[in-house]
């Protein structure tokens, strides 16, 4: 076998006739010189994102940092919830024209909570928040105690949330009245709701600020608690819906593009019956039914259901009890700061007033310290992708960049 032979030995088998397979060739070190001499092995860069020992360390750090995002992601939306999680309903079909009552038209999609907000809810925002476990503005009204609100007819019944003072801590400490854990909350006024949602806005923890965030409720030394309800700030991600916004939830259409005359899905009249404080069973399993008092009864008061007991009866995006159960606030007002409240409650009675033709009066407006047991709220927000489709997003835009670092080479080869 002659040197030329020799040198290429690996190449010829034993017949000197045949190479071996290109994948085996491949997979040897290629020897290249370098421009200042001697020799490093060629390698193949097509398996590999960046070029070179250090682009690829670059690369696995920043694929482990995506993966780490994505976790911590995971988690934080997971851990806000000792808290029960709000179920949220998306509202879509964006740039909508008003209705007959001058409200809905919404020119971007978001969100609504599924249920009017809970006692057990309301309660576990008192515990963890600094104005809860101080008793500050108001955020507890003792009418939610039944054994105050217990002095009015029939009004113990619909109040949920029992508040206790710790000597030792000097802080307050909150329970929900046993079957009224999912009943609406009620009995705050518009600023206690305002600061609920700012809470949950930062984080829905004990450390969560409940004078900043979706409102500021706070003026240099001055907690704001009384006079004209507070404006949504820019960039707020949750907040109070707007009339706009809850009357597009509760009526409108995207099918149709249209809305329908009830906040029940229907344009024919619901039917209400009353859950009271004898012993009735309203029948909830019927489409078109909702908690309000439709024929109302002598020295019988109605009083809240569970959440979602209507079970088939839902607003146009599935939202429920958006008639009957309690009022809802908006954070739409009028010029002289009060609030727009939707929905009707359990003692509503004049279906007239809860249509999507139906325009408010200025009788209709409540000022921001309005409380009572036939008022509560939900909550709406801005729509975020889930946590895996962001982290998804996050590691594909990743690979693109580097596979165009990689391509960039081999188009530069091929020019030369």
Do not use: C
Request: no cysteine; aromatic share 12%; glycine share 8%.
């Amino acid at each position: 076998m002659n040197a030329t032979l020799k040198m290429n030995a690996f190449d010829i088998d034993s017949d000197s006739n045949s190479f071996e397979p290109i994948r085996r060739k491949m997979q040897r070190p290629e020897p290249r010189r370098r421009p200042q001499g001697g020799f490093q092995n060629r390698r193949r860069k097509h398996h590999t994102w960046g070029v070179g020992a250090s682009a690829r360390l670059a690369d696995l750090r920043a694929f482990a940092g995506a993966v780490v995002m994505m976790l911590v992601a995971m988690a934080s939306s997971a851990s806000a919830d000792g808290f029960t999680a709000f179920d949220w309903n998306k509202v879509r079909d964006s740039g909508n024209a008003n209705a007959a009552s001058g409200f809905g038209a919404v020119s971007t999609n978001f969100v609504i909570s599924s249920y009017e907000t809970t006692n057990s809810q309301y309660a576990y925002f008192l515990n963890n928040s600094e104005a809860g476990r101080q008793n500050q503005y108001g955020v507890y009204n003792t009418l939610m105690n039944p054994a105050v609100s217990g002095t009015s007819t029939f009004g113990n019944l619909n109040s949920g949330i029992v508040q206790t003072f710790n000597a030792s801590t000097q802080t307050y400490s909150y329970t929900v009245v046993a079957g009224m854990e999912n009943r609406p909350a009620n009995f705050m006024d518009w600023f206690s709701a305002a600061r609920f949602v700012n809470w949950y806005a930062n984080g829905a923890k004990s450390t969560s600020s409940t004078e900043t965030g979706s409102y500021t409720l706070v003026s240099g030394s001055t907690h704001i608690t009384s006079g004209p309800i507070v404006s949504r700030n820019a960039g707020a991600r949750v907040f109070l819906p707007s009339a706009n916004e809850w009357t597009k939830a509760a009526y409108y259409s995207g099918a149709t593009a249209s809305y329908k005359l009830y906040p029940t899905n229907s344009n024919n009249s619901p039917t209400g019956t009353i859950n009271t404080n004898v012993a009735t069973t309203p029948n909830v399993t019927q489409p078109n039914t909702a908690n309000f008092a439709q024929q109302f009864v002598a020295n019988v008061s109605g009083v809240t259901t569970d959440i979602g007991t209507y079970t088939n009866t839902t607003s146009t995006y599935g939202a429920f009890d958006m008639l009957g159960n309690v009022t809802e606030m908006t954070d739409t007002s009028n010029a002289s700061g009060s609030f727009l409240p939707f929905g009707g409650g359990f003692s509503s009675l004049s279906l007239s007033r809860w249509t999507s033709n139906y325009v408010p009066l200025a009788s209709d407006y409540r000022a921001g310290t309005t409380f009572n047991q036939n008022l509560g709220f939900r909550v709406a927000a801005v729509p975020e992708p889930g946590n895996m489709v962001a982290a998804a997003l996050g590691v594909g835009a990743l690979i693109a960049v580097h596979m165009v670092k990689r391509r960039k080479p081999a188009l530069a080869r091929v020019a030369a």
